[in-house]
């Protein structure tokens, strides 16, 4: 069963991808390891057909992201399966990517989650401490 909270501590960031659209991305995270938690991705003009595309992408990565999350799957492991599908450092995805690097580091990710983990967890986290 997947855990809900009441409040999650959030922060938002404007990108610019290489056409200059930009994108809102809105990061909670988990109030108790401190891991990012939830995606929200915000695209403006919706209303173009090119738009829409694009938002149905990275609305999808956000939230099978989020469901991810909520299911337990720790945060570490989703970043470097989302890096290693980002073929396009100028697509949208890839800026999301970079920008979750800036917000929680993989490293930092991997000290929080085993700090924070059981032993049964702790033996499939991949962490070198």
């Not at 690097?101 to 986290?125: I, M, N, W, Y």
């Amino acid at each position: 069963m997947s855990k809900t909270y009441d409040v999650l501590k959030s922060t938002r960031y404007k990108m610019y991808d290489q056409q200059g659209r930009h994108v809102y991305l809105t990061v909670a995270d988990d109030p108790v390891v401190g891991t990012p938690l939830e995606l929200w991705v915000t695209l403006p003009d919706e209303n173009k057909l090119e738009e829409q595309v694009l938002k149905t992408d990275v609305t999808t990565i956000a939230a099978l992201f989020t469901e991810a999350r909520q299911g337990g799957v720790p945060y570490s492991k989703l970043f470097v399966a989302m890096d290693r599908t980002c073929y396009s450092k100028q697509s949208i995805p890839y800026l999301l990517l970079t920008k979750l690097e800036e917000h929680c580091p993989l490293d930092k990710a991997k000290r929080l989650e085993f700090e924070f983990a059981t032993e049964s967890q702790k033996e499939v986290l991949d962490v070198e401490v």
